[in-house]
């Protein structure tokens, strides 16, 4: 990711979030640092603003939709994961990320009062946002390995380009045990862990585990990160085009009856 702002969220309701300026070969500039939204703006001129989420507000699942064109994708998802969701559909925006085989699609779920509270504050400030990601998919990643960035007491789980989930860090080694239970040879764990940090107990889990120290800020981890492939959240209503369909639609009558009064 060249020449960006690489900017992370907290959770609902925490007004601060921190960022790092990433150079024309996607290098960070800098320390990260620490403030507002409006702080966040008045250093973001001429970057493209790239946020992270945090991935205990967002579900990555896939849906098997063979066959379907992207807009009808886009409004057959909600349906087609509906069963699988406690919330009702309606309060939820979907994102859907590049194709798999088989007629597979990657989707990302979060509440829409979440994106759209995000956006409406960025905008509050006059931060313009350019891409949001969960923070999940900018974990780096190699294939055939679970990548784990310890975050606090969080342990961030991507297990595949599209595929991760947020955990109690306490509760790490059983769950990925469990999901690995049925693999005669079980994946390779990758902590990343801050330098000096307490490491959950590993014990548990029957394969190998090795671990990757980093000093600093997460974000210089999530920055080696970005160039996989990632869903952006800005989709349908939150999309350019969608921004645009609200801005003009209260306009559209208004425009039809001076181009009948021009005609």
Request: no cysteine.
């Given at each position: 990711m060249r020449n960006a702002m690489l900017l992370r969220v907290g959770p609902a309701g925490v007004e601060t979030c921190s960022w790092l300026r990433l150079d024309n070969e996607g290098r960070p500039q800098g320390d990260p640092h620490t403030g507002t939204f409006a702080d966040a703006a008045s250093e973001a001129g001429g970057l493209r603003v790239v946020v992270l989420v945090p991935g205990l507000d967002v579900?990555?699942?896939?849906?098997?939709?063979?066959?379907?064109?992207?807009?009808?994708?886009?409004?057959?998802?909600?349906?087609?994961?509906?069963?699988?969701?406690?919330?009702?559909?309606?309060?939820?925006?979907?994102?859907?990320?590049?194709?798999?085989?088989?007629g597979n699609h990657p989707v990302a779920v979060i509440a829409d009062q979440r994106i759209s509270g995000l956006m409406a504050a960025a905008a509050a400030a006059g931060l313009e946002i350019q891409q949001v990601i969960p923070d999940l998919l900018a974990i780096p990643h190699k294939e055939g390995e679970i990548s784990v960035l310890l975050d606090e007491s969080i342990a961030l789980v991507r297990t595949g380009d599209y595929t991760g989930y947020a955990v109690d860090s306490e509760n790490l080694a059983m769950l990925i045990g469990a999901q690995e239970a049925a693999n005669d040879t079980p994946a390779v764990v990758r902590l990343l862990a801050p330098a000096g940090s307490q490491l959950p107990d590993m014990a548990e889990y029957p394969g190998e585990t090795q671990v990757e120290s980093y000093s600093g800020d997460a974000l210089y981890m999530f920055a080696r990160g970005l160039g996989t492939p990632v869903i952006d959240l800005l989709q349908g209503n939150y999309s350019r085009s969608g921004e645009w369909g609200h801005i003009w639609r209260p306009w559209r009558a208004t425009a039809a009856l001076l181009l009948a009064g021009i005609l």
């Open positions: 579900l990555l699942t896939t849906v098997h939709l063979p066959g379907v064109g992207r807009q009808k994708l886009l409004r057959a998802v909600p349906y087609a994961l509906e069963e699988q969701l406690s919330q009702d559909v309606d309060t939820l925006h979907f994102a859907v990320g590049r194709g798999l085989a088989g």
